[in-house]
């Protein structure tokens, strides 16, 4: 056993280094899985197995003690060093390195298992896009639940929970390349008409109202930018626009359900395809989103962005948003 296990962790480390190095393309839910299911195999054979043997092989060294005791008190010798029997007996039931480091790390692999697959997700914010709501940095929440509960890797979901609604802030799977996450605002749901004309928002042929707020300073970019806030949905929420940047999108790639959109020089107007959604990034002219690579199918989301955890460079940073 302990060579199998060498080979395993091995395997486990070797995959990790090949995944940082960039010679793999990693899935840490895939990893995270192989994880729980490997060391729990481990703890049950520590349970069931090893655990067992140890103690019957402690059990034997007491009884062989305690014979051996009565041994020598019968020839009138009492005094018997204590402490070397309690060393034997604590090797004897100690655990092997190569349980230590599988089923002695099964009960916090599995809580972080369940804790990233059914409840909360940390994510890192590595871009602007989603400036001003999310800055480079932010260390986010995502609830895995709102959605309702999908078994991960396989993404099969397991309960309905409540729908993606328009102005919803969503984790998702990045649909040219799904190993990747994406984080941007849901504008349409499925059967809405999203329309971004010469930097207006319209769903539905209705605009959506903004309302000029003063400009926000971006500390990347060491410059200004117009804000708005825009009430999507019930709540409202802000953005940011490049005046110098222009209304049409160029460089659109191709993807299923194109022929939804109509792209002009004002902007892009897109039917939305039943069990999708439009996403769009708050910071609009700095945000790869559903204008260039098309729209987000419901399997593909991961759940919805509510909290800053933590941003290290900025601690007021720390909170809910919208």
């Known amino acids: ?83 070397d029997l309690a060393r034997v007996r604590e090797g004897a039931l100690a655990q092997p390195w190569w349980l230590d480091w599988t089923a002695g790390l099964f009960p916090v692999i599995l809580i972080v298992f369940v804790l990233r697959s059914f409840v909360f997700e940390p994510f890192k914010i590595p871009s602007g896009s989603m400036i001003p709501t999310l800055l480079v940095g932010d260390l986010i929440l995502v609830n895995k639940f709102t959605y309702g509960l999908k078994l991960p890797v396989a993404n099969t979901r397991l309960t309905a929970g409540r729908p993606v609604e328009r102005g919803d802030v969503v984790v998702f799977r990045y ?45 990347s970019a060491m410059e200004y930018f117009k804000q708005f806030e825009e009430k999507l949905a019930d709540t409202p929420h802000r953005l940011i626009v490049d005046g110098r940047r222009p209304a049409f999108v160029s460089g659109a790639d191709d993807f299923p359900y194109k022929d939804q959109c109509h792209y002009t020089v004002e902007g892009v107007t897109c039917k939305v395809p039943e069990g999708h959604y439009f996403a769009m990034g708050d910071n609009r002219d700095n945000s790869l989103d559903s204008r260039y690579w098309g729209f987000v199918p419901d399997a593909n989301v991961v759940g919805r962005a509510f909290f800053v955890w933590m941003n290290f460079g900025d601690l007021k940073r720390i909170g809910s948003f919208n």
Not at 30 to 46: C, K, M, N, P, R
Not at 179 to 184: G, R, T
């Open 1 to 83: 056993m302990p060579t199998l296990t060498a080979l395993v962790l091995a395997a486990f480390v070797s995959y990790g280094a090949a995944w940082y190095f960039g010679a793999v393309e990693g899935n840490f839910a895939l990893l995270l899985l192989l994880a729980t299911v490997v060391t729990g195999l481990f703890w049950l054979g520590e349970q069931f197995v090893f655990l067992p043997r140890r103690r019957a092989a402690a059990a034997t060294l007491q009884a062989q003690a305690e014979q051996r005791r009565a041994e020598l008190a019968a020839q009138g010798i009492s005094q018997l060093d204590q402490e």
């Open 175 to 219: 649909p040219p390349k799904p190993s990747m996450d994406y984080i941007k605002r849901i504008v349409g749901v499925p059967g809405d008409q999203v329309a971004y004309l010469n930097k207006q928002l319209f769903v539905n042929g209705q605009a959506v109202p903004t309302t000029a707020v003063s400009d926000f300073f971006d500390e």
